[in-house]
């Protein structure tokens, strides 16, 4: 067992904070040493190859921007930490940022199970080692990032050993915050949020009618995680007779999705709720794209990989697909914080900001500000400051009522948004307020059956 006395003795260097300096001119490093006489060191854990490498780099330029609004003077930026050069609770101290790559291996999905739990250990351990590194040879006093919802749970099992905050903003699978670890905290929306916001469609439009579903789901973890939260929450809705929900799954590779979806056509459901792997994504498209049949409605439950651009190949075919997600672009034209941070990263890196990109940036400014709050960086004080921590929407860049954890150490001011796919492009379509000049959900779906 490693514990955080036995971390704190390898940790003990003299006048570690003063003799130590990062800079942002590598790959692994950004920010710089403290003026104080400490610095608060950050490990990011994300994913620089494989099918999240592009979402994996957004996240690592999203936290590169944050140490830099926290490090800098921008008083332009209304957002805590922005106006002042550091932490001023710390005595002016830097935030500097140690990125490491955890992407996952492949898992083979085959039926013999004892090849596919191989390759799920091979994961896990890469991700626990990634965080021994992170805490045991570079010191971090705080752990964000980790993206996919299994390498986030083994990473944080590890972070829970050494006793080191993990600050979560990507990850939305439920059973996360349900193991109920004491160091793990998730500030974005969970997917059991999204369904909840998706079955409030008709509420905004009488016409969308959910009255049988299909899920279609890669079968990992996450996977059942999505099928556990939406087939909880159609029972609640009265969807609980015969007949009414069915639930599909595909190989993690994505290599049968074309035969679990003619099971769905089968089926022939009016609304479809899915949720594909990294690796999925494209096998699935074309699985829709060569079926020709798509129902009324449906709905992903997705990470960051997938955006517009994904859906080129195949846009006829999902035209009219929704999306779950923590952020939108389209959302931070009304918020000045999220205004100011985008306007920043588009000139910094020559690009738009992302969700994987928002939600790094937000988990390093909430970790800082847990930080400044505890005015130490020791990892106790800084857990009981992320216990009391409430910020108020308007002082991040998300679109949410702010951050606040509740005993199970998620973040009930998260609100969901659900984005739908037309003319190549992704729109918000509720909550209402958020949605641009009152859009309203395309339904049915354009060339839908029925």
Known sequence: MITRRSRLALLIVPALALATACTGGGDNSSGAAASGDQTLKIGLLTQLRGPSQAAGNEAQNGAKLAVDVINGLNPSIP??????????????????????????????????????????????????????????????????????????????????????????????????????????????????????????????????KIDKIAVLYAQDKAGQDVVTSTTELA?????????????????????????????????????????????????????????????????????????????????AAVDGLMRSTSWSIEAAQRNPAAQAVTGLYQRRFNSQMTEAAASAFTAVMTAAQAVNNAGTVDEQRVRSALLSLNIPGEQTIMPWAGIQFDETHQNTLAQPLIEQYHNRAFSIIYPSDAAANGAKPIYPAPNAAG
């Open 79 to 208: 957002l805590p930490l922005a106006s002042d050069a550091g932490l001023p609770n710390l005595g002016g101290a830097k935030v500097s940022l140690v990125v490491k790559d955890v992407t996952p291996g492949a898992v083979d999905p085959k039926e013999n199970e004892a090849e596919a739990k191989k390759g799920v250990d091979e994961v896990q351990k890469a991700a626990g080692e990634a965080v021994t590194d992170l805490v045991s040879n570079q010191g971090v006093n705080a752990l964000i990032g980790a993206y996919d919802p299994e390498v986030t749970e083994a990473a944080s099992q590890r972070a829970e050993r050494f006793e080191v905050p993990f600050i979560n903003a990507d990850s939305p699978a439920t059973f996360l915050t349900d193991a109920g670890r004491d160091w793990f905290f998730r500030i974005g929306p969970t997917w059991r949020q999204a369904g909840q916001a998706f079955f409030s469609l008709p509420g905004v439009d009488p016409k969308i």
């Open 235 to 315: 029972k609640e809705g009265g969807l609980d007779q015969p007949n009414k929900v069915a639930t599909f799954g595909f190989k993690p590779d994505g290599s049968d999705a074309a035969a679990a979806y003619a099971r769905v056509r089968a089926y022939n459901p009016d609304t479809l709720l899915l949720y594909s792997s990294p690796a999925s994504v494209q096998p699935l498209l074309q699985a829709v794209a060569t079926s020709g049949w798509k129902p009324k409605a449906a709905m992903s439950f997705s990470l960051g990989y997938v955006t517009a651009q994904t859906f080129d190949p195949a846009a």
